[in-house]
Structure formats: structure tokens, C-alpha cells
């Protein structure tokens, strides 16, 4: 029996669609239902990728859910300004702690779970890696704000204890990019969306380790055959070597994954 709930869900009936515009149409909130805010001055952006392919039709099907908070209707004045210049002096511009807490409360508004997080996309954040994306799974939501300029004022990050996330030691415009990275990691291991469980438990860093080399149809191309192991239909030869190979590839691509995991072996007791 499959575990992709109805279309209706018993909550609220979603009418599918194949324009990804209409992925946005405002909805109300179905009960229960993974949802991510995202605190943006750019809300066209989304659902961008997010509504393609099975995170697209995860959407369309109610098994998460995407809202987006236009940052420049919280500015201030006439032109509805977001930003200044920095304090102290300095280059570029700063999002203003007046607008950003403005937008953060009304986004904030009707959340009542403690398991919500307030995320800052922020090149000088704690790297997103897969144990991270497994705990924001785990939340009712998340809300996200994304910078731009030169970043945000420091006293909202402080005033609502605002956790720094980033995608690596690069920078980006703004951090658009960066939610949809983060959201699409996220959703993939909602129950349901990827339809096959197993996938999300066999490949790269669910074990600690790098995914082993996969292989297809033509059974030889360019010269090259699938590796006669794969072919056998042996699966305990089949399972131990893909581990094999993503023991080595970890240990030759990236040393830091490779000590961490024999250091969780070790405390396991298993060398």
C-alpha cells in the first residue's frame, strides 16, 4: 500500500495543475502539512525549480507547502525603502532592522510550534549538510529570510535568535538561491515525495559515506561494460560491493567524511 496520501488528504481538497505560477496561489494552511515562508524581495523567484519534477507534484499534492513574504511591502516611505548605508561606513548597503522585523512578526503571525526554526541564508553561516536538512524535516516549517546587499542588520539576527545557515565558503547575490537549495533538500525526505523510500536512504551521506558509482543500460558503451558484479544478481556481492566503492571513494574524495566515519565506528565498537 503506498504511502502518498490521497489528492484531498481529508483536510483540503488541491486542485493539480501544470503551470507553476499557480503553485502560489493562496491557499489556506492544511493541518499538519510541512510549510516553508520565505522572507524574500524577490517572491517571483519562487517556486522557481521547487515547482518542477517530484518537488513540483509534491506541492500540486498538498504534501508541503510555500509562502512567500514580499520584503519591499514592509519598507519604509514612499518608495518603500529596505535599506541604508552601513553604519561606521563601508560599501554597498544594509537590509534595515525595522523592515526585516516588520516582515519577520507578520510572517511569524499564527505560528504556534516551538519546532519552527528562523533561518538567515548567510555565507558566514554553519554549512547545510545532511544531518541538518534531517532536523529541518523533522520541524512543522521553516521560515527563511534572504539576504541581500551587504547582508542584514546584526540586532535582528540577535532579537530573534536567528540560526546563520550556508551553502559553502562562496558568496551569492542574494539568498534565493540558497532557500531553494536548502527547501528542495529538505522536502525530498518528506514521506511521500520522492515515492521510493529507499532512495533517500541508499544515497550520498545517509550512511556517512558518498554514494557508490551507479550504472545503466547499454550493458557495454564505448567500450566500457557495467562492472560484472552488478550483473551477477547476487545481492549480498552486489550490496558489499557498493559499499566497497563508497568507502573508497569517501576515503580518496573527501578525507574529512572518511575520519568522521570511522570515528563514529569506533564508538560504535565496530573497529
Sequence with gaps: MSDTP????????????????????????????????????FPSAFPGVLGESLTGKALQDGLWQLETIDLRQFGIGKHRNVDDTPAGGGAGMVLRADV?????????????????????????????????VRNFARCDGITLLCGRFEGVDE????????????????????????AQALIDATVRLIPGVLGNQASAEEESFSSGLLEHPQYTRPAEWKGKPIPEVLM?????????WRHRMSEEITKSRRPDLWEAYLKARREEGQE
Excluded at 495543475?17 to 516553508?36: F, I, N, Q
Excluded at 519577520?104 to 548567510?122: D, K, T
Design 6 to 41: 490521497s489528492r484531498s488528504h481529508g483536510r483540503k481538497a488541491i486542485r493539480p495543475t501544470l503551470k507553476p505560477r499557480e503553485l502560489m496561489t493562496p491557499a489556506p494552511d492544511l493541518h499538519g502539512v510541512w510549510k516553508a515562508k520565505i522572507i524574500t524581495l
Design 100 to 132: 526585516l522585523g516588520s516582515a519577520i512578526e507578520h510572517a511569524m503571525e499564527g505560528v504556534r510550534s516551538a519546532n519552527w526554526p528562523l533561518v538567515y541564508l548567510s555565507p558566514r553561516g554553519r554549512r547545510l549538510d545532511q544531518a541538518m
Design 232 to 240: 551477477s544478481g547476487h545481492h549480498g556481492r552486489v550490496a558489499e
Design 155 to 178: 540586532r535582528v539576527l540577535e532579537h530573534y535568535g536567528i540560526q546563520e545557515v550556508s551553502l559553502g565558503d562562496f558568496v551569492l547575490t542574494g539568498g534565493e538561491i540558497a
